[in-house]
């Protein structure tokens, strides 16, 4: 006699549900009716996956209930930052859970308990019953669960597959001796979806490594003197935290909830419910599907019968893998000798367009040396040909493919382009356009979206990539570098970088055609590739040893200020400390009675709220300012010289096209966007940015009040752009308008205000923000925003008109035709719907302001190359351009730079560019 089965499956209905919802974010299926179905549709194929791969004897799916639960009784802030639920979300729950009981299996929801609790509990009874548990969740906390007959059934993050956790899964995993340690290491590292704490400065590997050291947080403060500096001092500081968050992060094992494996066990459906909310819903496939599970007889108007599900409806969600190189037949080669190589160029010569990437020994193009480079030009084919031969560049062959990559007939296409150019720029090849960037080219077509390639082939071709880890082993410091592999097995990770790279820039390219988005693609932000790429390898010259010497003062000022600071408290304490501060403030000099804690439960001492105080001691503008300092010298001062290149003695940083969805580059490593200008200590920063030699002088290009000047288009206020046409300071206008004086009569107050409210408005500034900016009262705000919109009615007419378009189409435009998603512009949550609202505004100008100084820095470039000017194009800061300019030329770049960047585009009110010259960047600017 066969013995009786028993697993049981116990859903987290809302982790998969939320998960369902968002496989499906880039394309929603929205049915007939216009509801947005893709929860239910996700969450019912993944509920069917495990019915048909599981085959299990019980199942249950568990809820969470509407109310707070016990951890919000002890913790008020739980969960406290979560976004609003999705309207989408809300009005599927319903449908769901009428899918559930039309299906006979049960639903559990517990008040006062999360999923997860009710699951412990009764995982824990189910095992003493003798069952095995299956606990279907994405949430890595349910680890702390697992034991021998309880296990993690675990969706893979990007939909390829599951993953089964059991007890040395979890060891593994967590890097630890027993699953229950799960929540120690939460408990230090915290959880910023369910806004537990965790111990500040303790993230994911500290945590691991702080467990597997002392066991426990009770072994860690048993030995809390073996631990140093910062981290001792903040176990020590954060314990209470610590504790609390080790409370919140524990899985309940003894909710009010009884095990009736009765109850439990798996039933036949409800067909003909089945049949009538999947025909409201529009699901065509389904039923088919789950008549042939359990053998049902079709319902009479059932039209689709046994039907097999499509492959667009079970590739986005479903737990069953996506295809890998193992399951499609492709031919890739390796190319390795003359005749192959010969026969390579040859091919490639011909073609209208094909794809490279290279493999290389860094992320830093300025730093790498190059490995191999692959090529496709059909998909599923690849050819890669190795150019290190035992740690030695072969320059010779690179050279030998100068001619195709510098041909303008063929299209070059890649994944960050900009990249294999400036690798390629390395070895004196200049890879001349046309391009095709899919990375810029998704973020155009779908934007907000990760871009990276892995993403984009599991999302579009549901093909998941060989991974760097499986060529150069595993992360950390036994992983080889690409150097160091033979070229056979690099092969099939380079040679499907390209073939995949190809087979998404062929549906990119349909995509593109006839779209909203294909001249700004065409015309902008390809020719600007090769603009970033020229910056990028120039470079920028940095006086190290002017940057050393001012961090000498500013390390006296710290110092000095420490000492004013500790005297004004009338103590000693560690001003880099924020509890610390928050302590000596609100407790020891009793600054506010009333002072705002943060979640943790220590006093909030943060910019915003010190700004706000300042007024009420003089130790508060002091500690502002030295922070200011230290920021300023560790961000800034110290790290910028330990970023020149050795061999070109200049800093080169790296821009991004596909970064900010607004269209605005963004630059890393380092950062140029955000270096501080304000006040005498930021200003010593740009004095280090220099021109190149004694030959050159460093030129400042600044679009003036480029995002005012864009209201005043977008709007069509009449005021406002015959301000602009006449030349007026628009500030000083506004302020005439506002307050209804003639304009010689405008005081610096009056401007001031108009000034913040000018800039303010483009951001839907309130009165309450506005009231803040000015330290004026909320009425004498409201007086002014009232003033503004009376003076100049066109703004009010384009910002009410922007958030009515927003809320038709959920998205808004620039000139250039660059969208902006805004899916929350309908949210019943109001303050999810202020921040679309903002958006919906701002948008449209600050990315057509993106999309003008992109248009001028390819025109300015294209004015170069054709006029032969030696000077170079070297640094964008929003709205900003900067050049090394000869001497010799600094005239004419002068009126080539000013031309083309009040020329770039033609609207109903004049651009205007300040220009400086100077040795550095502080002079020219």
């Known amino acids: 006699m066969l013995e009786e089965k028993k697993d049981l499956y116990l859903l987290d209905a809302y982790a998969l549900i939320f998960r369902a919802y968002y496989a499906f974010i880039r394309n929603p299926r929205i049915n007939s009716k216009g509801m947005n179905t893709s929860a239910i549709f996700g969450f019912t194929n993944s509920l069917l996956e495990i019915l048909t791969k599981e085959n299990p004897s019980h199942i249950a799916v568990v809820f969470d209930p509407s109310g707070p639960t016990f951890r919000h009784e002890e913790y008020p802030e739980y969960k406290a930052n979560r976004d609003a639920t999705p309207e989408d979300i809300k009005l599927s729950v ?123 947080i009770n072994g860690i403060y048993d030995h809390i003197d073996e631990l140093k500096g910062k981290q001792k001092e903040n176990m020590i500081n954060f314990r209470e935290q610590v504790e609390l968050s080790y409370r919140l992060a524990t899985i309940r094992l003894d909710v009010p909830v009884e095990l009736d494996a009765n109850a439990l066990k798996k039933e036949k459906p409800n067909m003909q419910a089945i049949n009538q909310l999947f025909d409201e819903l529009e699901f065509k496939n389904l039923a088919g599907r789950i008549n042939q599970l359990y053998g049902t007889t079709p319902v009479q108007g059932d039209l689709f019968g046994m039907a097999a599900p499509s492959v667009e409806e079970v590739v986005e969600t479903s737990f069953g893998n996506r295809q890998t190189i193992k399951d499609v037949i492709h031919h890739y080669y390796l190319v390795d000798n003359e005749h192959k190589l010969a026969s390579l160029r040859a091919e490639l010569s011909t073609k209208k367009q094909f794809c490279f990437d290279t493999e290389t020994t860094s992320v830093h193009a300025m730093e790498a040396e190059l490995v191999g480079m692959s090529f496709a030009w059909k998909a599923n084919e690849a050819y890669y040909v190795p150019v290190m031969i035992n740690g ?41 356009g046309p391009y095709f960037d899919t990375m810029v080219a998704h973020h155009l077509l779908y934007p907000g979206l990760k871009n990276g390639m892995d993403f984009m082939a599991e999302t579009y071709l549901n093909y998941t990539p060989v991974a760097y880890e499986a060529v150069v082993g595993p992360k950390g410091k036994q992983q080889k570098n690409m150097r160091d592999m033979a070229p056979e097995n690099v092969l099939d990770y380079a040679a499907e970088d390209a073939d995949i790279t190809w087979q ?113 001691h003089e130790i508060i503008p002091a500690i502002l300012e030295y922070r200011g300092l230290v920021k300023l010298l560790n961000t800034y001062v110290e790290a910028l010289p330990k970023l020149i290149n050795e061999k070109t003695g200049k800093i080169h940083t790296s821009y991004s096209q596909a970064t900010v969805v607004t269209g605005r580059l963004s630059s890393n490593n380092p950062n140029l966007q955000n270096i501080p200008i304000r006040d005498e200590n930021g200003k010593e920063i740009r004095k280090a940015f220099t021109a190149s030699d004694t030959e050159h002088v460093f030129l400042s290009a600044d679009y003036s009040q480029v995002e005012l000047r864009l209201m005043a288009h977008f709007s069509g206020d009449e005021h406002l752009i015959d301000a602009f046409n006449r030349g007026e300071d628009i500030h000083a206008a506004t302020a005439a308008k506002i307050f209804k004086v003639p304009l010689e009569e405008v005081t610096a107050d009056m401007r001031r205000k108009a000034k913040t409210a000018n800039f303010g408005i483009i951001y839907g500034i309130s009165a309450f923000g506005l009231a803040e900016r000015l330290t ?69 100008i600050q990315g057509t302001a993106a999309d003008i100084i992109k248009q001028a820095m390819v025109n300015i470039q294209r004015r170069f190359e054709t006029e032969k000017i030696a000077s170079k194009m070297i640094l964008q800061v929003h709205d900003e351009l900067n050049f090394d300019v000869l001497k010799s030329e600094e005239e004419k770049v002068k009126a080539i730079v000013k031309e083309e960047m009040e020329q770039a585009i033609k609207l109903s009110v004049p651009f205007d560019v300040d220009m400086g010259v100077g040795v550095n960047w502080l002079e020219a600017h």
Not at 105 to 134: C, F, H, M, R, W
Not at 195 to 216: H, T
Not at 399 to 421: A, H, P, R, T, V
Not at 424 to 432: E, M
């Open 94 to 216: 319903p449908y769901i859970k009428q899918f559930i009981e039309a299906m006979n299996i049960p639903v559990i929801v517990k008040d006062g308990y999360e999923a997860d609790d009710v699951i412990g509990t009764l995982s824990n009874k189910a095992s003493q019953a003798g069952y095995t548990t299956y606990m279907v969740t994405p949430d890595k906390d349910y680890a702390q669960l697992v034991k021998d007959n309880v296990i993690m059934y675990k969706p893979r993050s990007k939909g390829g597959g599951i993953d089964k956790w059991g007890v040395e899964e979890v060891k593994e995993k967590f890097e630890i001796d027993n699953p229950l340690q799960v929540i120690d290491i939460l408990a230090l590292w915290g959880d910023t979806a369910d806004n537990i704490p965790g111990c500040p400065g303790v993230g994911e590997k500290r945590a691991k490594d702080l467990i597997k050291a002392y066991g426990s």
């Open 392 to 432: 030695k560049v072969d320059n010779d062959l690179i050279e030998s493919f100068k001619s195709i990559f510098e041909d303008k007939k063929i299209i070059k296409i890649g994944q960050n382009l900009k990249y294999d150019m400036l690798i390629l720029k390395n070895y004196s090849i200049d890879v001349k």
């Open 504 to 616: 998404l820039a062929m549906k990119f390219q349909e995509e593109l055609k006839g779209s909203a988005v294909e001249k700004l693609f065409n015309d902008i932000e390809m020719p600007l590739i090769e603009v970033l790429a020229n910056m990028e390898f120039v470079g920028v010259k940095l006086d190290a040893e002017a940057l050393k010497d001012f961090a000498e003062k500013l390390r006296e000022q710290i110092i000095d200020l420490e000492k004013t600071i500790e005297e004004l408290a009338g103590m000693s304490f560690n001003i880099a400390s924020p509890k610390q501060v928050g302590e000596v403030l609100f407790e020891h000099l009793k600054i506010d009675e009333k002072a705002k804690k943060t979640k943790s439960g220590q006093y909030s001492t943060n910019e915003e709220t010190l700004q706000k105080l300042k007024d009420r």
């Open 776 to 844: 004026i009262s909320r009425k004498e705000a409201k007086e002014i925003i009232d003033g503004y919109f009376e003076s100049f009615p066109g703004v009010k007419e384009f910002m009410d008109g922007s958030i009515a378009k927003a809320r038709e189409n959920n998205y808004v435009e620039t000139l250039y035709g660059r969208k902006r998603n805004l899916s929350d512009i309908n949210s019943r949550n109001g303050v999810v719907r202020g921040m679309a609202e903002r958006n919906a505004i701002n948008a449209p």
